[in-house]
């Protein structure tokens, strides 16, 4: 193999591929990065067995090969050589790769990429489509609420339901639910309800661009697996094995309070009070009072060791008034990703869940459990 790049891209390369590295496995390939010539392009891949990265740069090929590079010692020195080209050339004898850059010239001792676990090559026909920048959205707006407790791994999964032209994306924890609905750009030939770790979406959103770029996403039949495929990325994960809970049950058909607010008047004061309640269990208490249409939301923290914070924010209220508790980081995260200057929070009575709409779309909603008021 020899190839020469430019530094930029292949740094950025890396660190598209480098997320799936796995530090810690009894595989020592793992730890390193594919390099392969493919097509006139330098194919870059990573994978710990569950997530799988692969970016295609642009090279020129004087001569074809493959081998794995140590990840992390490579990216390092890719991120300081001082040219604007990198040549790599492989010594398959002794598996090294030369790195010669400016005045820097330095050998990588590697792994025979034949030890390198392959990742699947999806078959586009028939793959569902996504416009990036929806499905980015979307993923944002519900993997937050994914659960880090391993001992639910359904919970540490966004489940991904696809009905022709509808797509519905649900995260749960046990305490809060996050629901995104949208649009196809065309309509699947099938039906798929598939769980996808909360990890690999997050990644995937991270490593798409922002253009008008298509998403294409493959599940391969019987492979518990899903593939995405972009112009020069692909992600491959691990489906997780289970069944999603009915969220459907879980969202409240009704409400006896239905308070309207800004958003962002809302979100700063939850970063206020989650000053105070982080050193408790995180409780914030909403005081909602009701005058006549009118009204305001008093959000309140209280801290032992640091004192307590209050603030109020004018609201309408349509209902009766309330005073309920929520997990106040809970709050500020789903607050975060509301795109509409208002936001309605619907209740019913303190010890019943709330759902929280942004006012004008209806393609989101967001169910949070109350705390113990105490």
Not at 105 to 132: H, M, R, Y
Not at 265 to 293: H, P, W, Y
Request: hydrophobic fraction near 45%; glycine fraction near 6%; charge should be negative.
């Amino acid at each position: 193999m020899k190839v020469t790049v430019l530094q930029e891209h292949l740094a950025r390369g890396l660190g598209i591929v480098s997320r799936a590295v796995s530090p810690r496995s009894t595989l020592p390939v793992l730890a390193n990065v594919l390099l392969a010539t493919d097509e006139g392009r330098l194919r870059l891949s990573a994978t710990n067995l569950e997530l799988g990265i692969t970016c295609w740069i642009p090279a020129r090929i004087e001569g074809e090969g493959s081998t794995t590079v140590p990840a992390r010692t490579f990216a390092d020195l890719v991120n300081t050589l001082p040219g604007d080209h990198a040549l790599l050339t492989l010594h398959v004898a002794s598996q090294t790769l030369n790195v010669r850059s400016g005045a820097s010239n330095t050998d990588l001792k590697c792994i025979d990429a034949q030890e390198f676990p392959p990742l699947p090559v999806p078959d586009l026909e028939g793959a569902i489509s996504f416009k990036i920048a929806d499905f980015k959205e979307m993923v944002h707006q519900v993997a937050f609420a994914a659960s880090n407790d391993e001992a639910r791994p359904v919970l540490m999964g966004v489940s991904i339901k696809v009905e022709k032209d509808k797509v519905t994306m649900a995260a749960a924890d046990g305490f809060r639910l996050s629901v995104r609905r949208g649009v196809l750009p065309a309509p699947a030939a099938q039906p798929i309800h598939i769980i996808v770790p909360a990890r690999a979406l997050n990644e995937l959103a991270r490593i798409a661009g922002d253009g008008d770029e298509i998403l294409q996403m493959v599940v391969p039949k019987g492979r518990g697996q899903v593939i995405f495929h972009l112009k020069d990325i692909e992600l491959v994960s691990q489906l997780i094995d289970g069944v999603f809970p009915d969220y459907e049950n879980i969202i409240p058909r009704s409400y006896t309070s239905r308070t309207l607010v800004s958003t962002a008047s809302l979100l700063k004061a939850c970063k206020q009070a989650e000053i105070f309640a982080r050193e408790g269990s995180n409780v914030a208490r909403l005081d909602i009072k009701s005058t006549n249409g009118s009204g305001e939301v008093e959000i309140s923290a209280v801290s032992e060791e640091t004192g307590r914070n209050e603030t109020i924010v004018e609201a309408t209220v349509d209902g009766s008034g309330l005073l309920i508790a929520f997990n106040v980081r809970f709050l500020r995260e789903v607050l975060e990703v509301i795109k509409t200057p208002n936001v309605a929070l619907e209740t019913t009575a303190p010890n019943a869940p709330g759902v929280i709409r942004p006012v004008g779309d209806d393609s989101f909603l967001h169910v949070i459990m109350p705390m113990h008021l105490g």
